[in-house]
Every structure is written in C-alpha cells, then in structure tokens.
C-alpha cells in the first residue's frame, strides 16, 4: 500500500519508500482543476512507487503538468527524466546550475558514483536526460503557476548544494525546502546536516536559513522527511548542529585524525544521542538512509575546509 495522505488542501505527501524503508525520502504533489504539480521526483528506484501514488489520487500521468526540482541530486532529482516519459504535458522547473545536468546527466552521474561506488544502481538505478525544450529555468524569486490562482516563489537557497532552491506556497505559506532545512525524521528533535561533497558552504548555508527564517514560514516540507511544524526551533537545531559539527571535524582533520576514523566516531556519538532522544532506535535507519554515509558526510566537511581556510572565514 503506497503511504500518500494529504498535508494541507490540495497538497500531498507521498512516501517514496526508498529501500524499502520508510520515512526516507518523501514527493510532495499538488492537485489542481488544471493539473498536477510534483514537487521532488525520487531517484528511479522509486518511481514505481510514485505512479503508483498518483494513480491512487486518480492523476493521470497526461494530468501531471508541473515537475518543480528543489536541487538535481538524485535522491531529489533522478526519476525526472522517466517522469517526463510517461507525462508528455510536463515540464521540469530547475535552478539555472542545475538545468544542464537535466539535459546531459553524465557529469552528475560521474560524481555521484566517485561517492557512492558499485551501489549506484541500487541506489539510484537509471538515470535518463530531459528533453532540451521541456527543461525550464526558474531564477530566485520568479513564481510557477500551479493552476487556480496558486503558485510557488523560487527561493535561491545555496549552502547544501550551488543550484539549491527553495519554494514558497505563497498562498499557504507553506515551504518545501528540499535539504537546505536538514534532515528529520518522525518530529524526533534533531535535525541532521546532509552534508554531502562536492559544493556544501556553511556561510552560504547560515545565509539560507536566515533568508527562510524572515520568510516565518507557517509549516516546512522536507524531501526527508515530511512536514515540520515548528520551524524557528528546526532552523535554530539545524544551524547549531551543523557549526558543532564543522568545528569538530575541523579540529579532528587539524589533529591529524583520518577521515574514516572521524566518520566512525561521529556516527557513534550521533547514533547514541538519536538513540537517547527516540528512547530506542526506531528512527536510526530512516536517518542512515537519507543522509547516505557518515563518511560523505565528513568529506563534505573536509573539502569546504580545503577551500575556506580559515574556519571562520566560512561565518
């Protein structure tokens, strides 16, 4: 049974499921009388799972007209190309960075794989390029007409990833934020930076968040995972954990520490804390998913130092 409920009228959460594990990565769609907008695609693995959701909300895949990307990694990004296959009235929304790798995936492919090695295809399975002519550019601020009077504000949100967007649902105040917000799972009270190499910059990122912030969004929707009700005291975690973090691997990396031995040790501590605060670990493979590895994590780290030196200079 395909996990898909409605947040708020109109929109829809749906549980991609990836890996057959829940609350991991989640698409947003919204229904309209002039279509269907799908916030997030998944990667390809999981596209099964999202046809299978619109089919049970009765969209057809001719109804399916709007594919709005917060960021082209493939957790976010990776069925789009399939999407726009099967849904010949669709057109893909993408920051201006990201809308080459739509049309020629091979670079973005290529750095995915020097992460995550021979588990690509398990992963993420295929990705296909999108059709020149049906790849729309939408710079920071412009909005996309969903239909009825609705649409949502691009919001150009660099920290997580250079061609990072967030939207606005100016009609509800609502925001999908993609990964800029960090990762939760189950309203736990911790948010994980997702971290990832090849462009994280925390200076960046802090500006993100403020520029959100100001915004006084009434509820987050996060590709990991689902809505956030409480978005000052989210934003204020995700910001203190993510300067923690950098401070530590950065004194961990001066020391000398390899990186693999700072990814062990850190998944230790955070492993323990997550445990403490679900009072189990019932939340902990949710968060392993979605934030791919603690060593990915350090390397994201680890490269920003290389090129912001010193530290503080990324603040």
Known sequence: MVQV????PGWYAIDLAF???PHVIASYVFVGREGATVVDTGPQTTLPTLLAALSELGIGEAEVRNLVLTHIHLDHAGAAGHVLERC????????????????????????????YGDRMEQLWGEVRPCPS??????EDNETIELGGGRCLRALATPGHASHHHAYLDTASGSLFAGDVAGIRIGGQRFVFPPTPPPD????????????????????????HFGAVDDPE???DDLLAR??????????????GQEPEAIAER?????????????????????YQWASGSYRMTVDGYARYFRSHRPFASGI
């Not at 230790?268 to 670990?281: D, F, K, S, V, Y």
Request: charge should be neutral; proline fraction near 5%.
């Open 133 to 138: 002519d049906r790849v729309v550019i939408v």
């Open 88 to 115: 010949s009235n669709a057109r893909v929304f993408v920051h201006p960075v990201g809308a080459p790798h739509l049309v020629d995936p091979s670079r973005l492919w290529a750095s995915a794989a020097r992460i």
């Open 233 to 235: 005291w989210h934003f």
């Open 242 to 255: 993510l300067f923690l973090w950098g401070g530590w691997i950065s004194a961990q990396l001066e020391l």
């Open 5 to 8: 409920h409605e947040v708020e």
């Open 266 to 286: 850190l998944r230790e501590l955070t492993e323990a804390e997550l445990g403490q605060l679900a009072g189990g670990a019932a939340s902990l493979p949710a």
């Open 19 to 21: 890996q057959h594990v």
């Open 200 to 223: 994280i910059d925390l200076g960046q990122w802090r500006r993100s968040i403020e520029r959100l912030r100001q915004l006084r969004p009434t509820r987050l929707y996060l590709g």
